[in-house]
Structure formats: structure tokens, C-alpha cells
């Protein structure tokens, strides 16, 4: 069951401007990751944000919520081409340790 | 990728053949989770294991077994029943079972191939 749905699909920007991608999902959430996937990699998380919460940063990311509209939004300023890659967003619909529910990805390509 | 290695990087099989990816994690993690990813898709969950000696069913498990008799090890088979095995198969784990707010870990990914 595909909860996320990630948009823009695939993003390009130059170096230096500010990337931001949005993610919609269905039901209520106890809290919502973003995760970076490098080509043929694992993934790396990068935030989480609680469902209590509106907004969040961690260095060069901000991440929204909005359980209103049942939306997040990750922006990453001032992207370096190594930012290049797909960012997934994750909910997890509960506390009691169920497996997170991913959408499809933006793949963001950053060029110098 | 750390503290969670899966082996092989490759797999390649003939069609019929089970197939057993490896996944071992060192990080004292209760939970571990087996993700599928097909090109251009997000992760759907196979199986997942809160505890030592339990599982659950995710949401793509058939033509797909797991065990887990130690805490550190996962090990997924991919039987010949499972209609289309080809794919990047994802292992990850995470802090406790009632860990709300604990990030998943992943391992590096196994690439498997059936033809």
C-alpha cells in the first residue's frame, strides 16, 4: 500500500538554488522521514518530524508538516551537485514499531 | 550503510532456483525490515521481524521466506514461486519495536538477477 506520493517526479536545478519537493500521504501518522538514496545504494535518513510538529531543520534541510492537508515538504538550500540522487519520504502510521511506508521518490539532479 | 552489511552486491539465478540474501546487522537493533525496490519505484515491504523467533508479513511476501533465529541475522529466501524476483532487494533495521520515533537503518543493497 503506497501511502507517500512524492512531486515533482524529477527535479533539476543548478548549484547554489534551493530544491524543494513535496510529499502527500493518506491516513493519519504518528511521524514522517526523509530519506536520501544514491544511485544502486541503501538509504541514509536524514530528519524525521513528528506529528506534533511543524517544522524542522537539520544544516542546509527544512522539512513542513502540514497533517491538515496531510502533506510535507523537504527543502534543501543551496544545493552542491552532491546532493544529486532520490529523496524518499516515509510515514509511519503508528507508534508501535511498524514498518514505514514509502512513496515512489523524487530523483534530484543537481548540476555545477 | 553502517552496521548493516548484506552480501552478495550481484546475484544472479536461473529461473526456478530459490535464493537466499544474506543481511546481518551489529547494531544491537530489535527490528529489521525486507524492502523490495523496482526501477523508478519507491520500497514495498516483504517481511518484517520485531522481535527474535517472530515475524510479520509485509505487503508483497508471497513467493518470499524469512527466519529469524538470531538477532543480528535476517536472511530472506526468494523461492521459485515468486513470479517476477528480479530487483534491488533493501535490508534495514531499526532501534526497539516500540521506538516510535527511531530511524531506519540500511544496508547497501542486493541486486538480484533471474533469468
Known amino acids: 500500500s503506497q501511502q507517500g506520493e512524492e512531486d515533482p517526479q524529477a527535479l533539476s536545478i543548478q548549484e547554489g538554488e534551493n530544491a524543494t519537493m513535496n510529499c502527500s500521504y493518506k491516513?493519519?501518522?504518528?511521524?514522517l522521514q526523509w530519506y536520501r538514496q544514491n544511485s544502486g545504494r541503501g538509504l541514509v535518513h536524514l530528519i524525521l518530524i513528528r506529528s506534533n510538529e511543524r517544522e524542522k531543520h537539520s544544516g542546509r534541510l527544512r522539512v513542513t508538516l502540514d497533517t491538515s492537508k496531510k502533506s510535507s515538504s523537504l527543502l534543501i538550500t543551496a544545493s552542491r551537485a552532491a546532493d544529486t540522487a532520490s529523496y524518499f519520504c516515509a510515514t509511519a502510521l503508528t507508534r508501535a514499531g511498524t514498518a514505514l511506508i514509502f512513496g515512489k521518490g523524487t530523483t534530484l539532479s543537481v548540476s555545477s | 550503510d553502517g552496521g548493516i552489511t548484506q552480501s552478495p552486491k550481484y546475484l544472479f539465478r536461473k529461473e526456478g532456483q530459490n535464493v537466499t540474501l544474506s543481511c546481518e546487522q551489529n547494531l544491537n537493533h530489535d527490528a529489521m525490515y525486507w524492502y523490495r525496490q523496482d526501477p523508478g519505484q519507491g520500497l514495498r515491504l516483504i517481511y518484517y521481524s520485531q522481535i527474535v523467533n517472530d515475524f510479520q508479513k509485509g505487503d508483497i511476501a508471497e513467493g518470499y521466506s524469512v527466519s529469524r533465529e538470531k538477532k543480528e541475522s535476517f536472511p530472506l529466501t526468494v523461492t521459485s514461486a515468486q513470479k517476477n524476483p528480479t530487483a534491488f532487494y533493501l535490508c534495514?533495521?531499526?532501534?526497539?519495536?516500540?521506538?516510535?520515533?527511531?530511524?531506519?537503518?540500511f544496508g547497501p543493497g542486493t541486486r538480484l538477477t533471474v533469468t
Open positions: 534495514a533495521s531499526k532501534g526497539t519495536p516500540a521506538g516510535e520515533n527511531y530511524e531506519q537503518y
Open positions: 491516513t493519519s501518522i504518528n511521524n
